[in-house]
T-cell receptor, first 117, second 115 residues
Framework: AQKVTQAQTEISVVEKEDVTLDCVYETRDTTYYLFWYKQPPSGELVFLIRRNSFDEQNEISGRYSWNFQKSTSSFNFTITASQVVDSAVYFCALEVAYGGSQGNLIFGKGTKLSVKP | DTEVTQTPKHLVMGMTNKKSLKCEQHMGHRAMYWYKQKAKKPPELMFVYSYEKLSINESVPSRFSPECPNSSLLNLHLHALQPEDSALYLC??????????????FGPGTRLTVL
């Protein structure tokens, strides 16, 4: 069975602080994909990143960076110099590539990030 | 252009009403999805259409009836809903479902209230 755990329910930071959102996943499949989505108060889920299980390179996109470590089954997300517009719920998700489960995103419970001015 | 549109944005309906939610994408995607999201919870998959055929139905009650008239449109027909069905209904699309895993792009959702 697949599972995604986001242990941090809510995080509150002051603008310009760095913040890391944790994500730990469980799967027995060797081929899988990991995602991060952002959900602002408006409700739309915004795609941030997709990573496959064979690519452990860290990725940086502007103020966002992701650290994928298969050894600890973690896919953590760091926001550098946070801004008020980063306030949202962030979901980590897992999808296996085979076995009839394609299309079935397994979401974590989400981490609500509040960035205060 | 990664846009998925949904109408209406808000919907209030009584338990005896019949209504429909609509979703549209023009990205040439061949897989489309319906999710239900309750407050402070992650989205839960309801249905998946792949090449206009229903491929996944996550044991959703029959009062929810999906329809995929063509590859760009996805509807969710609602009938005899219960107050506990009040939620945010999200539509998503992806390039394909089979042959690999593609990124799902989500619409803004329809906030449904059942009185």
């Amino acid at each position: 069975a697949q599972k995604v755990t986001q242990a941090q329910t809510e995080i509150s930071v002051v603008e310009k602080e760095d913040v890391t959102l944790d994500c730990v996943y469980e799967t027995r499949d060797t081929t899988y994909y990991l995602f991060w989505y952002k959900q602002p108060p408006s409700g739309e889920l915004v795609f941030l990143i997709r990573r496959n299980s064979f690519d452990e390179q860290n990725e940086i996109s502007g103020r966002y960076s992701w650290n994928f470590q298969k050894s600890t089954s973690s896919f953590n997300f760091t926001i550098t110099a946070s801004q008020v517009v980063d306030s949202a719920v962030y979901f980590c998700a897992l999808e296996v590539a085979y076995g009839g489960s394609q299309g079935n995103l397994i979401f974590g419970k989400g981490t609500k990030l509040s960035v205060k001015p | 252009d990664t846009e998925v549109t949904q109408t209406p944005k808000h919907l209030v309906m009584g338990m005896t009403n019949k209504k429909s939610l609509k979703c549209e994408q023009h990205m040439g995607h061949r897989a489309m999805y319906w999710y239900k999201q309750k407050a402070k919870k992650p989205p839960e998959l309801m249905f998946v259409y792949s090449y206009e055929k229903l491929s996944i139905n996550e044991s959703v009650p029959s009062r929810f009836s999906p329809e995929c008239p063509n590859s760009s449109l996805l509807n969710l027909h609602l009938h005899a809903l219960q107050p506990e069905d009040s939620a945010l209904y999200l539509c998503a699309s992806s390039q394909d479902q089979h042959g690999g895993t593609d990124t799902q792009y989500f619409g803004p959702g329809t906030r449904l209230t059942v009185l």
